[in-house]
């Protein structure tokens, strides 16, 4: 039984018809009707009830169409394997994290002399990092809300320190109360960092004006760039998007009013606990290092103070 018919089979019942099915495929008809036929052939089964309007599936197709589901999937991780090795030769590194250290800052890592290394990158929910470490689908995870569990190693990289940001020009005489903020629709339940929201926010001391809810720190950046809202991020994002971007884009800390506390959260790096240290994991470890340790955007004079909340 050839995996190929399978798939063109699958594909039949999934799609709902010959037709459809030949289009996502690009075969015609003709082509896909004898692939189907050959199956059958080789299954010794008659998988579907042909009428004049459809196809019917058969209780052999169905019982196929339903068996076959994991080894198709078994197939799909397969081929995944064998492509994992460069095809230059050089070295594989595959990392999960989200997009702070992805999107925002993947690209500053690199520069820094990891331009030989191959990466496979993969943008996870937070819960999902550790899993992806310990199942074997990733070697290194980056986080800085962890989600402990036996078998994974949690090494310290460094200190995320979360502010408030807008364009340099922007909000320069708002009130924190007035101030739009842009924030993340991802939340965050159970980890050990105690963060309800992704950006950190201290929901139980301050509450802020949402103006944005989005699911891309992109999305946000781009707003705060534009003089729309202000984002409470990393002080390392903002300096990585600074060095980007001209200089009229560049983000500036607000001071925060005197009640809020400062938020600040460690960095992990995660790994198995019976992996074996590699030269590219600690060579991306130290280098992102370097990246959270630059410098934060310090607060212009004129924005330094905020006004908290007025009383009711």
């Avoid at 990891?114 to 990158?121: C, F, G, I, P, Y």
């Avoid at 606990?273 to 340790?293: K, M, P, S, W």
Wanted: glycine content about 6%; hydrophobic content about 40%.
């Amino acid at each position: 039984m050839e995996i190929k018919r399978l798939r063109h089979f699958r594909t039949v019942v999934e799609a709902g018809g010959l037709s459809k099915a030949a289009a996502l495929l690009h075969l015609t008809p003709g082509a896909l009707s004898k692939s189907i036929r050959q199956l059958e052939a080789a299954t010794g089964h008659e998988l579907f009830r042909r009428t004049a309007r459809k196809l019917l599936l058969t209780d052999a197709g169905r019982r196929l169409f339903h068996a076959s589901e994991s080894l198709m999937a078994e197939h799909s991780r397969l081929l995944k394997t064998l492509q994992e090795k460069p095809k230059h030769g050089g070295a594989l590194l595959r990392i999960a994290s989200f997009e702070v250290f992805t999107t925002h800052t993947l690209a500053a890592v690199v520069a820094c002399g990891m331009e030989d290394t191959s990466l496979r990158v993969l943008e996870m929910p937070v819960h999902r990092i550790g899993e992806a470490v310990a199942e074997h689908e990733v070697d290194l995870g980056i986080t800085y809300a962890p989600y402990p569990q036996p078998g994974l190693e949690f090494n310290r990289i460094g200190i995320a320190k979360f502010r408030i940001f807008a364009r340099r020009d922007a909000f320069k005489k708002t009130v924190f109360e007035d101030l739009p903020f842009a924030i993340p629709t991802t939340t965050v339940d159970g980890s050990t960092a105690g963060l309800l929201g992704i950006d950190g926010w201290p929901y139980e001391q301050l509450n802020r004006l949402v103006r944005y809810e989005l699911t891309s720190l992109e999305s946000a950046l781009a707003l705060t760039r534009n003089g729309s809202c202000v984002v409470f991020i990393p002080s390392f994002v903002a300096a990585v998007h600074n060095s980007q971007f001209p200089a009229r884009c560049a983000l500036v800390e607000i001071g925060a009013p005197r009640r809020m506390p400062n938020v600040e959260h460690t960095v992990y790096s995660v790994t198995r606990t019976e992996q074996l240290g590699g030269n590219e994991i600690d060579l991306f470890v130290a280098r992102l290092r370097q990246i959270i340790d630059i410098p934060s955007t310090k607060p212009s004079p004129r924005t330094r103070k905020v006004r908290g909340p007025r009383a009711d």
